[in-house]
Structures are given as C-alpha cells and as structure tokens.
C-alpha cells in the first residue's frame, strides 16, 4: 500500500469528521447563544483552517462585536487581510489588538514597512 492510501481512506477521512463534529458542536452551541463570541472564533478558526475565508471573517467579526475587549479575533482577522494585501484592514486590527494588550500583528506588520 501507498502513502497515498494511508493519508486520502484513512487519515484525511478521521480529520474531516473531527473538523466536522467540531463544526456541529460550535454551532450547536450558537444555536442556544448566538452572541458566544468564542463559538464564533472557534467556526471563524476552524473555517480559515479549512480555506472559507469569507465565512471566517464573518465568525470574526461576530466574535469581536460580542467581546470586543478580546484581542484574539482582532489578531486573526488582521492576519487574514495581511495575507490577502488588505494592508489597512490589517494595521486596523492590529491596532485593535495591541489597545487591547496584545503587539502581537503590530511587531509582526512593523518587520514589513511597506504594508504601512
């Protein structure tokens, strides 16, 4: 048997249903709560993991419009218009976040002067 095998009818088959499980639970718990801003990162995580950008900035910014003191979604967005050019998208959440106690995107934006 190939790698191939392992990793496309064994591996790759059990990170989906864990990714997917993980999915229902979070949205199971928004069904209950719509405003968890934690099971709104956690979707916004797992659907940028999974390449749904668009659907990941929207469990972002939920997540920030339901906690706004926490820097965490702040981080992730700013990260994804970083590496989708949104250069202004980005220094704003890292802005945010580093209001919010976390340099974290600013030092990393900063090492790049011409993303300003």
Known sequence: ????????????????????????????????????????????????FQGQTILAIQHFQMAIAHDPHSPAAHLSLGRIYAVEGQYDLAWKHARAAE??????????????PNLR
């Open 1 to 48: 048997m190939s790698n191939g095998f392992w990793r496309d009818n064994v591996i790759q088959p059990a990170l989906n249903r864990d990714v997917n499980l993980a999915v229902a639970e979070q949205q199971a718990i928004l069904d209950r709560d719509p405003t968890n801003a934690a099971a709104h990162f956690a979707l916004g995580t797992i659907r940028h």
């Open 99 to 112: 209001a919010l106690g976390d340099r974290e995107l600013v030092d990393m934006l900063e090492r790049y």
